[in-house]
């Protein structure tokens, strides 16, 4: 990144940390643009898409951040909690039990409890058996 491009980086995470993920958006749209594949950039993109409820463009950053570098169990966090969302559970319980495995954060633990406990109260409530994987 040039200096420039790492300027506006630093501002959109100052704008993300002050709850304005547009804004951060728009001071990162330079950044994806000259750094696509770099994982902190995808990073912080997902988590403005995220912050602003574009959940598809949430999900699709976080995927091409698992892709650039697998072992990132934030990215898998912010990629089961954006499935979770978007009333994906299964998805979002796989990528949360990864999250969980490679680093488990009290933070990752309570999200994968809650995902795994809709989806026991979905299941009850069809007449299924709660799967255990």
Known sequence: MT????????????????RRPLEALRELAAVVEQAPDTPSVQLLAGRAYLGSAQLHRAESAFLRVIELDPADHYARFALGRTLQRQGRLAEAKTQLRLATAMNPLPEYQEALGEVSARLAVLEASKGEPASED
Do not use: N
């Open 3 to 18: 200096d420039g491009t790492f300027e506006s980086f630093r501002r959109a995470e100052t704008l993300l940390s002050q």
